[in-house]
């Protein structure tokens, strides 16, 4: 009997490959005559381009062709804007995109303005050295608030201020709960994220085939098929002209999802002009001026509550910084809006945002993507409110839990899907009471932290909840097919930057026909193998292609039944698929191999039955109506050096709740990584602009990027809260790890430093900005 | 992110180096490690023409024991050759002490410890621990032969007393005196960064206790090491007791004026300067006593 592969924890079928610099990625892409791009890129945040001198560079030996705005003709256009905004009560938008060089004006370090082709990078990026561009330098608007004042220079003029976006949803009436309150908290908040940091830049290889009229992209992207598309329509291409492979890609986190960067119309463009393929390999630098980043909000935001801690009512009015342009829409400050009210009944919810255009690098989501922010303000709120009560803060938490029977459970505001934020099902209190029996809350509290800090030590705890809005719609397909030879192919359109699909997907199509796992071959990120799909974002993958390919793998089931039932001379309902043979229950001496049924179902003469298909294989895709939430809590105790504030985290736990796990072990290690990138946004990262605009920190010896000293051993628990909105129950893992970490942080240096009266109102932190915090230390 | 366009020479003798840089001056760099000369030069913040690579010239590499119980490292021995150095342990603890500071191991593989020294950032480890011991410099060119003593050779930030046809060929440690310990610490954001402080302590007991000679070094403090003799002055003498050494890490301050960065303001980094003199102060004297 073929063991059940969903739920254990396989090893995944890539990582040998991986792990032995065996798999593709862009830059192993070498096409014989390939040229090689550079950027000449704005140094200036905010300037007029007044004069491009390219002479030296065109005359340079190796260098075939050198382009501007001006030379790009009809083909340079503002990139489409990828989410519009949702209908929610009160939206102003201003779309606002770029072209994919600068034009008259540049509005971001790193903006690229002219597009060097040369022999090798090397050439190229000499002959853009010698580009000399004139600019007329424009005050940068750099801060958030100051971005509003009169006398604010504009990032796009044509707007009349820097208001981007400015969006009011409600929920009930804040107004009249907070005139019963018995007490209302208010603060300022800011929550500043950095930059994605994938262990591979973007990178894109063209090659236009004028014979066979044909172009092959190779893109470290997130969303393989929708660039497909796009390309093929600004080329006047048929999408079957136009093939987009996302081979392996080393990490994406958002930032690969955006489109289009204008290096990725680019080099097909040049690739069909110069008729020759083309690659680009974003570097490091470029990748911290030029890939997407995610950055700061300031809050204002207020609690109200009765004295039994019950919360009334909350307001949040904030400020989001989006950057030069919004090409993203609002997906970033929507999810905070809506992933702020947590697992906590909010009876009246007032929720107001202005999306700032900044002379800075564009905004789009990354992991999280505006949940963190959402749940600092939130869990921050809880934290002062207890302690003016005099509550213990996971009680207040706990009391306000939105409970087990009241799913599902409708917060009324309009989420990033554009539909009402529903909470599908969820079950809080176990989550919390698993995560305080793990992190050993009550025995730290009473016994180990008052004997640590009678011994002068400085250590404190903390536990955080959290709500993850994840697999959201609209579609994903996935073909499934039993080849003659008896294995299987599984092809799916999403791209693939980690999350083990080839393990995942190949566990579910196991279980349905009953193949193993060794058998099982899948093929995602290539719109030459599935030409339907939207993409991997939002903590999807597994929620919606996953239940796709489990439709089809059934699908293909009932397909080997009913052939094995005419086959076997059995009924239907007495055949079972074990180990890649269909075989009548209870004797096994009666079975036929599904290699058979596949050579079967494909014959070379004769004729298929009117009415049936060749091929034992499936194509299905799946929709959700809505969403999944996902849920959980993060714990840590955490020690502080007295006098020089750095910190060692002495106990970390996750409990998360998924619903059930595909692969405990990619889930484990989905979760992983998201603390990893968590710790680096509460402690270590953070993009740093002065006031010109210029980013102080584009390189990994100033970006701090946690490293496996800094991150450390986590325990992770799991319940198995069921979604009713998929076949497979599942819920979405992807970001789990990285939104709630900023303010656990907070909790626990509180409670660490707890003499000092500290109140942290900020991410990330630092030793030096702890230290100010604490002694009051810059005069 | 690549380098411009340089002229790459690999002599195999140390005449044959000293000849290029005679030859070449200003326009040439001598690759040793290349673990800041690399990246400086694929961000093109360092454009030289001329490439010196002196990796080949293995009479560089080697850790000598002196007859007066003092070491002799040349230029080109990797720093990971020093940190796993018995001898080096030995005789300059203070040094062994230090190297796992330096970077990470894959740096330390290549990078070497004449090649740090040459370099004389100001945030990097070797300089200050240099003062500290009292290193002797030895350069060559074609010229002839000097000694620079350490004090000497740190001139301010990536500037040192070397001219520019010459190059650093050994280093010349003293012997520890008796009843001496030493101590090295740094605070960093993550292992492995250029610390946001450090401090290298040397302190020497005479038989009664007290502090015979004291040598207190910085790292990251200014533009290049920063020696604080109001600390060594505030403990000469004395018996170094923790109200000293406090004392000591309070007289401290007048000598230095930090900088703020991105990582640390300036007064935060005063107030690590302050808590690294107490911490390797105290481990000094500490091992001093042993």
Not at chain 1, 294 to 301: F, T, V
Not at chain 1, 320 to 344: F, M
Not at chain 1, 409 to 419: K, L, P, R
């Given at each position: 009997m073929t063991t059940k592969s969903f739920g254990q924890r396989i090893k995944r079928n890539e990582d040998p490959q991986l792990l032995t610099g065996r798999a593709q990625f862009v830059d192993d892409v070498h096409i014989p005559g390939m040229l090689h791009v550079a950027f000449k890129r704005s140094d200036y945040a905010h300037a007029r381009i007044t004069g491009i001198d390219l002479e030296a560079a065109k005359s340079m030996p190796g260098v075939v062709a050198v382009y501007t705005a001006e030379d790009l003709g009809d083909f340079w256009q503002p990139s489409p804007l990828l989410v519009p905004p949702p209908p929610a009560e009160h939206v102003v938008f201003n779309k606002r995109t770029s072209g994919q060089l600068a034009r008259s004006k540049v509005r971001f370090v790193g903006e690229a303005i002219v597009m060097v082709v040369a022999e090798s990078r090397y050439l190229a990026e000499d002959a853009a050295e010698t580009i000399i561009v004139d600019y007329e330098p424009l005050d940068a608007v750099v801060g958030l608030e100051a971005a509003l004042t009169e006398d604010s220079a504009l990032v796009h003029e044509d707007v009349g201020s820097n208001i981007g976006a400015h969006v009011i949803q409600r929920k009930g009436d804040y107004d009249t709960a907070r005139a019963q309150a018995d007490l209302v908290i208010s603060r300022r908040l800011l929550y500043d994220r950095g930059t994605a940091a994938p262990m591979e830049t973007r990178g894109v290889v063209a090659h236009y085939d004028h014979l066979a009229r044909h172009l092959t992209v190779w893109d470290s992207t997130q969303a393989p098929i929708p660039i497909r598309n796009g390309l093929a329509a600004m080329f006047g291409l048929s999408e079957r002209q136009v093939r987009v492979i996302a081979p392996f890609v080393g990490g994406g986190f958002g930032p690969k999802v955006m489109m289009f960067y204008p290096e990725e119309t680019l080099v097909p463009w040049a690739a069909i002009k110069l008729e020759r393929p083309v690659k680009w390999i974003e570097d490091r630098?470029?990748?911290?001026?030029?890939?997407?980043?995610?950055?700061?909000?300031?809050?204002?935001?207020?609690?109200?509550?009765?004295?039994?801690?019950?919360?009334?009512?909350?307001?949040?009015?904030?400020?989001?910084?989006?950057?030069?342009?919004?090409?993203?829409?609002?997906?970033?400050?929507?999810?905070?809006?809506?992933?702020?009210?947590?697992?906590?009944?909010?009876?009246?919810?007032?929720?107001?945002?202005?999306?700032?255009?900044?002379?800075?690098?564009?905004?789009?989501?990354?992991?999280?993507?505006?949940?963190?922010?959402?749940?600092?303000?939130?869990?921050?709120?809880?934290?002062?409110?207890?302690?003016?009560?005099?509550?213990?803060?996971?009680?207040?938490?706990?009391?306000?839990?939105?409970?087990?029977?009241?799913?599902?459970?409708?917060?009324?505001?309009?989420?990033?899907?554009?539909?009402?934020?529903?909470?599908?099902?969820?079950?809080?209190?176990?989550?919390?009471?698993?995560?305080?029996?793990?992190?050993?809350?009550?025995?730290?509290?009473?016994?180990?932290?008052?004997?640590?800090?009678?011994?002068?030590?400085?250590?404190?705890?903390?536990?955080v909840m959290y709500v993850e809005g994840t697999g959201i719609g609209p579609y994903e397909g996935a073909r499934v097919q039993v080849e003659t030879t008896g294995k299987v192919t599984i092809v799916t359109g999403i791209g693939t930057q980690g999350q083990g699909h080839y393990t995942s997907f190949a566990q579910i199509a196991a279980d349905a026909l009953g193949v193993p796992m060794k058998d099982i071959y899948i093929s995602t990120g290539d719109t030459g193998q599935f030409s339907w799909g939207v993409g991997t974002f939002a903590s999807r993958g597994a929620v919606v292609a996953g239940s796709a390919v489990y439709s089809a793998a059934q699908m293909v089931r009932e397909k080997a039944l009913k052939q094995a039932a005419e086959h076997l001379e059995a009924s239907e309902a007495d055949i079972e698929l074990v180990d890649g043979f269909a075989q009548v229950r209870g004797a096994p001496g009666a079975r036929v191999p599904l290699a058979t049924l596949a050579a079967s179902a494909n014959p070379l003469r004769g004729a298929v039955r009117p009415g049936t298909e060749p091929g034992l294989e499936a194509t299905a895709y799946f929709g959700p109506q809505m969403g999944t939430t996902a849920s959980g809590a993060h714990a840590m105790i955490v020690e502080v050096d007295p006098e020089t504030y750095q910190l060692k985290i002495l106990k970390y736990v996750v409990v998360h709740d998924c619903g059930p796990l595909i692969n405990p072990l990619i889930v484990d290690g989905q979760v992983h990584g998201g603390v990893a990138q968590g710790i680096g946004n509460a402690f270590y990262e953070q993009l740093i602009y002065d006031e010109t605009g210029q980013l102080l920190n584009a390189s990994f010896m100033d970006y701090l990027l946690p490293t496996s000293t800094d991150v450390p051993r986590m325990e992770l628990g799991h319940e198995e809260t069921p979604s009713p909105l998929n076949p497979l129950g599942v819920k979405g893992a992807g970001e789990a790890g990285a939104i709630p970490v900023g303010p656990l942080f907070a909790q626990a240096l509180e409670d660490a430093l707890i003499d000092s009266g500290l109140e942290i109102l900020e991410i990330p932190l630092s030793p030096s900005r702890l230290w100010e915090l604490v002694e009051g230390g810059d005069a | 992110m690549k380098p411009a366009a340089f002229d790459y020479h690999a002599p195999t003798t140390l005449d044959e180096a000293l000849a290029l840089l005679a030859a070449y001056g200003d326009e040439a760099k001598i690759l040793a490690g290349g673990q800041s000369l690399i990246p400086a030069m694929n961000f093109r913040l360092a454009q030289p023409a001329i490439l010196v690579d002196i990796n080949p010239v293995t009479t560089l590499v080697g850790i000598h024991a002196e007859g007066d119980g003092g070491l002799r490292i040349g230029t080109m021995t990797r720093q990971r050759t020093v940190e796993h150095s018995d001898l080096v342990a030995a005789r300059a603890p203070l040094l062994a002490e230090t190297m796992p500071h330096i970077a990470h191991p894959q740096i330390r593989n290549r990078g070497t410890f004449g090649g740090s020294l040459a370099h004389a950032d100001p945030a990097s480890e070797l300089p200050a621990v240099a003062v500290a011991l009292g290193m002797t410099l030895r350069a060559q060119s074609t010229r002839g032969e000097r000694d620079i003593d350490a004090t000497d050779f740190f001139q301010g930030l990536f500037a040192t007393a070397l001219e520019p046809d010459e190059m650093l060929i050994e280093v010349l440690i003293p012997a520890l005196p008796a009843r001496t310990g030493t101590a090295f610490a740094e605070v960093a954001r993550r292992h492995g960064d250029y610390a946001m402080a450090g401090a290298a302590a040397v302190v020497t007991l005479a038989e009664d206790g007290t502090i015979a000679a004291c040598k207190l070094v910085y790292l990251s403090i200014g533009d290049a090491p920063v020696e604080s003799h109001s600390a060594a002055s505030a403990l000469l003498g004395v018996i170094p007791t923790d109200e000293a050494i406090r004392a000591a890490a309070e007289a401290m301050e007048q000598d230095i004026d930090p900088l703020g960065d991105i990582h640390a303001t300036a007064a935060y980094r005063r107030h690590l300067a302050k808590v690294l003199a107490r911490r390797t102060l105290a481990s000094a004297v500490a091992r001093a006593r042993n």
């Open positions: 630098l470029e990748n911290f001026y030029a890939m997407t980043h995610e950055r700061g909000q300031l809050h204002d935001s207020e609690i109200a509550l009765t004295k039994e801690g019950k919360i009334l009512g909350v307001k949040d009015v904030f400020l989001h910084d989006t950057g030069a342009y919004i090409p993203y829409g609002l997906t970033v400050p929507i999810n905070t809006q809506c992933t702020l009210l947590g697992p906590y009944v909010v009876p009246h919810y007032y929720t107001e945002f202005k999306a700032l255009f900044t002379n800075k690098t564009v905004v789009t989501p990354y992991r999280g993507a505006g949940r963190q922010h959402g749940v600092f303000v939130m869990e921050r709120l809880l934290d002062i409110a207890a302690k003016e009560l005099g509550m213990d803060p996971l009680e207040l938490r706990r009391i306000n839990f939105i409970q087990p029977e009241q799913f599902p459970w409708c917060n009324e505001i309009i989420y990033q899907d554009f539909t009402k934020l529903t909470y599908d099902s969820g079950n809080y209190e176990p989550v919390l009471d698993k995560a305080m029996r793990m992190i050993g809350w009550d025995e730290w509290r009473q016994n180990e932290q008052p004997r640590l800090r009678a011994e002068g030590r400085k250590v404190g705890i903390g536990l | -």
